[in-house]
């Protein structure tokens, strides 16, 4: 779990127990100073307003500190000036205590612990108090009651009828002989024509016999 808080303008990342260096804050040496967070990354991330609200960064001051010496020097050009300074930041250093939520979910178990106990105790007297008191003889155990035999279901009042019988089906008419064709007569033959009498006489001339 870690977090990011702000101080003097600046951000930090941070995590239990971790030394960081900051601009110097109004507070003694040993004092406890809450930092505003910026960003919460654990279970979950949080980054709203909200919920940052509610959550409290706690860290101790171990000492007030100066930084560095910084040398300044200002130099102008055919001008006849120049100038000289130092400085050292006044700084104060920390020493993260909690995360908000990560103490809570430490102090957790402790109660968890102690509700343990507390039931383990309350389970030895309610022993102590069973043992003391006369034995009770278990009750004798009644004879299950039977279940009622299912009922069968009742028989149809009406009896099905019996199934209308299909008529008997009809046997095929005996096949008849197939009729035998007519025997075809012999066609009868034609008369064959007659030999054309010529009835075209002799014209020959006869001989005039009565003129001899």
């Known amino acids: 779990m870690y977090a990011v808080v702000e101080s003097g303008g600046k951000q930090y990342r ?17 004092d406890k100073v809450s930092l505003k967070p910026v960003l919460v990354s654990g279970d979950k991330f949080v980054t709203k307003a909200a919920d940052l609200g509610k959550i409290k960064i706690e860290a101790t001051v171990t000492e ?6 910084i ?20 700084l104060t250093k920390l020493e993260i ?15 968890a612990a102690a509700k343990a106990d507390d039931t383990k105790a309350e389970a030895k007297v309610e022993t102590g108090a069973a043992s003391d008191a006369p034995a009770k003889k278990p009750a004798a155990k ?9 009922k069968k279901p009742a028989a149809k009042k ?9 008529p008997a089906a009809k046997k095929p008419a005996a096949k008849k002989p197939a009729a035998k064709p007519a025997a075809k007569k012999p066609a009868a033959k034609k008369a064959e024509p007659k030999a054309s009498v010529d009835k075209t006489e002799d014209k020959t001339p ?7």
């Open 14 to 30: 941070v995590e239990e127990g971790t030394v960081l260096v900051v601009d110097r804050l109004e507070a003694e040496a040993g």
């Open 64 to 69: 007030h500190l100066r930084g560095d010496k």
């Open 71 to 90: 040398k300044v020097f200002k130099y102008k050009a055919k001008k006849g000036y120049s100038r000289r300074a130092g400085h050292r930041a006044e």
């Open 97 to 111: 205590t909690s995360l908000g939520g990560g103490a809570k979910k430490k102090a957790a178990p402790k109660k």
């Open 142 to 150: 009644k004879p299950a009651a039977k279940k009622p035999a299912a």
């Open 158 to 166: 009406e009896a099905a009828k019996p199934a209308a019988k299909k």
């Open 206 to 212: 006869k001989e005039d016999t009565d003129g001899a």
